[in-house]
């Protein structure tokens, strides 16, 4: 009973600190938890029409940020994740775990969370 009380306590402060939250901050804490958790994401990057890189099995992306000014985001996002050479959508020997960057300025992009 004790044990039970205080799992409801420590939920209703929680409910109660998440409500006094701005909304970007209750983004933030969304995106960590999910950061945290993890998704399988997909990056394609085209040329026009044409699919032309795929990454695979990507955690997260984030935005650059800069360090001496105030913390203001840049213009490129960042990631890890498997180079699908072949772009069949499947991790196949040979292909490994790459770092990337693409900018929000000149990259075609669609960035989803893969549903297989």
Known sequence: MKNTILKLSMFLLLTVGMGACT???QNRIGR???NW???NGVLEVYAGEKLVKR???IDKLSTASGT???NMSRP???GY????ANLNGV???GEKKVYFEFSDYSTNYIFFENPN
């Open 23 to 25: 909304q970007e901050t």
């Open 55 to 57: 990454f695979i099995k």
């Open 32 to 34: 960590s938890i999910q």
């Open 91 to 93: 991790v196949d020997a």
């Open 68 to 70: 001496k000014d105030g």
């Open 37 to 39: 958790t993890g998704t």
């Open 76 to 78: 490129y996002r960042f």
């Open 81 to 84: 994740g498997y180079l699908d």
